[in-house]
């Protein structure tokens, strides 16, 4: 009998809690000691606990942009970059590479493998979003690049720390390439301190099993997630199931780029075919292979009929055909800063060949897109600020229930930054913040209102970049139901308001300019003529039809 045998199901349930508690209270130690808006409000991070070959084993409740893929980045790291071998105790490595296991150039990773008693029985790592990491736009989110060597400072996979002693010289480099150097390091050294929780809690998780059985135990959860997988895939039907939307453009032309899924369920396993997804694109919009992956994850986890713990064993019965050089699997150097937006569509894509599978399972389409809104400022001092929000939208209805208005949802779990927070570390002013009335979609179920936010410039000048999307391609409505309304973008300059598109690259602002976002609200579920008498009275009463 194994180690882990000797635990039985309920010891092996008490252990698994105790690695996902662990990653929870690294997620806190991020929270509580991170200096930027964008992780400390916004909480743009991941945390998660990684067995000694490098597989996701637990994770904090957080983005699952990023848990669908830290364990990729990190098995391409150890693959191709540094092997686990050259790994010592009181090491962390870091990479932000999105072609050496990243996925854009503002997530820095940071993994930190746990020893007990010179044996490696784990890793720990962290996923954050940073300020700014150099590049054409603040925030290195330049909507009009064209290569990904204009898109900021790329790190490929080094230590950081070697051995437990900081290397000055790569953080000399890192904080001469970008604008806040202070909130760079700030940021990095939460994440440096939620690695040594995390790695503190494993060996107290090792002293109290022992180390054997914890190397064991985290083979049985993967293994159990996987049973657990292929039972949810076995009950649903076999079939072939299509559908396909389009995102807006790339910021470079106008071209709509095709977003399309084949999800072929064969038995207990899942091909999910993106042969048939668009080229790559001159502009950011792109994905690799690893942020491609996460949305196909989430898709799959999200339609599932019953709890599953979720870890790298859930996806062993799936399997992803995506040819490079396509939009899903951009071959290098292509751009990808705003790679999340082929993340939203392609979720909402795969959950509408899903709904063909599972009807009544799946909601119509979310938001289905990162509202990426970046501003520099210049105060009369010449000082340099930097903001980056990420707005969110409406929720699709559902086959019983309404879509949730503003709701952060699918492929992202952001907060909001508050007013008072930018207006006291900024020389900006939010002047409006709300629902916006009429933009969810029509149906027996309505879909869920995006949001409309306002910024005001109360500096001589500013710079201002967004990547959006949905400002031509709505999110769709189900067995019926209408789609949600479309995304705008305004400035507005001495009371005139002029429309902008979905991607903005380093406008020029000034003093009073007030730029105005209104997201897409969610897709509609079942026809509008089934909407009950009091719902439609309610939506009245709350202001909701606009």
Not at 142 to 157: D, K, N, Y
Not at 162 to 183: E, F, K, S, T, W
């Amino acid at each position: 009998m194994s180690k882990a045998d000797e635990l039985g199901p309920v010891g092996l349930e008490i252990l698994r809690n105790a690695l996902t508690a662990a990653a929870a209270e690294m997620d806190v130690t991020v929270w509580r000691t991170s200096r930027s808006t964008v992780v400390r409000e916004l909480l743009d991070y991941s945390t998660a606990i990684f067995d000694c070959h490098g597989y996701n084993v637990a994770q904090s409740a957080r983005i699952p942009q990023h848990l669908n893929s830290m364990s990729t980045g990190l098995l391409t790291v150890v693959r191709d970059f540094l092997p686990l071998e050259r790994w010592e105790e009181g090491d962390v490595v870091i990479t932000n590479d999105p072609y050496c296991g990243g996925q854009h150039i503002p997530d820095i990773l940071a993994f930190r493998p746990v020893f007990v008693e010179g044996r490696r029985v784990a890793i720990v790592g962290t996923l954050c979003h940073h300020l700014d990491m150099g590049g054409m736009a603040a925030g290195s989110y330049a909507a009009t690049a064209t290569e990904v060597f204009q898109e900021g400072l790329r790190i490929p996979p080094l230590k950081l720390v070697r051995r437990g002693r900081l290397n000055d010289d790569l953080l000399a480099m890192m904080r001469q390439n970008v604008r806040r150097p202070d909130m760079l390091w700030g940021d990095l050294q939460a994440q440096l301190a939620s690695l040594s929780v995390g790695e503190a809690n494993l060996q107290r998780i090792a002293a109290r099993f022992g180390a054997e059985t914890l190397v064991e135990a985290c083979a049985r959860i993967l293994d159990g997630s996987e049973r657990a997988m292929r039972a949810m895939i076995g009950r649903i039907p076999d079939g072939r199931y299509e559908f396909e939307d389009f995102l807006d453009d790339d910021g470079i032309t106008e071209a709509p780029i095709r977003i399309h899924a084949a999800v072929e369920v064969r038995g207990e396993e899942i091909v999910v075919d993106l042969s048939g997804c668009g080229p790559q694109v001159l502009g950011p919009v792109n994905a690799t292979l690893a942020s491609s992956g996460s949305a196909v994850s989430f898709a799959i986890m999200a339609i599932a009929d019953t709890e599953i713990a979720p870890n790298a064993g859930c996806y062993r019965p799936v399997r992803v055909i995506a040819p490079e050089g396509t939009v899903v699997n951009a071959r290098h150097p292509a751009p990808v800063a705003n790679r999340i937006a082929v993340g939203h569509r392609l979720a909402t894509t795969l959950l509408g060949a899903l709904h063909k599978a599972v009807p009544g399972r799946v909601p119509a389409a979310y938001y289905g897109v990162s509202y990426v809104c970046s501003f520099q400022t210049v105060a009369e001092t010449g000082e340099r600020g930097v903001l980056v929000e990420i707005e969110v939208g409406g929720s699709g209805a559902h086959a019983d229930m309404d879509g949730l208005n503003g709701y952060t949802y699918g492929m992202h779990n952001n907060s909001n930054i508050p007013a008072e927070m930018i207006e006291s570390e900024l020389p900006l002013s939010i002047t409006a913040y709300g629902l916006l009335p009429g933009s969810g979609g029509a149906g027996r179920h309505r879909g869920g209102l995006g949001l409309f936010r306002e910024w005001r410039v109360d500096c001589p000048e500013a710079v201002f970049t967004a990547n959006g999307e949905r400002f031509r391609f709505r999110p769709y409505g189900l067995e019926g139901g209408e789609p949600g309304r479309e995304g705008r973008l305004w400035l507005i300059r001495d009371g005139e308001r002029r429309a902008l598109g979905s991607k903005v690259n380093n406008l020029r602002l000034l003093r009073g300019d007030i730029i105005r976002l209104e997201t897409s609200g969610g897709g509609g579920y079942g026809p509008a003529s089934e909407r009950p008498d009091a719902a439609q009275a309610t939506d009245r009463v709350l202001g909701y039809t606009g």
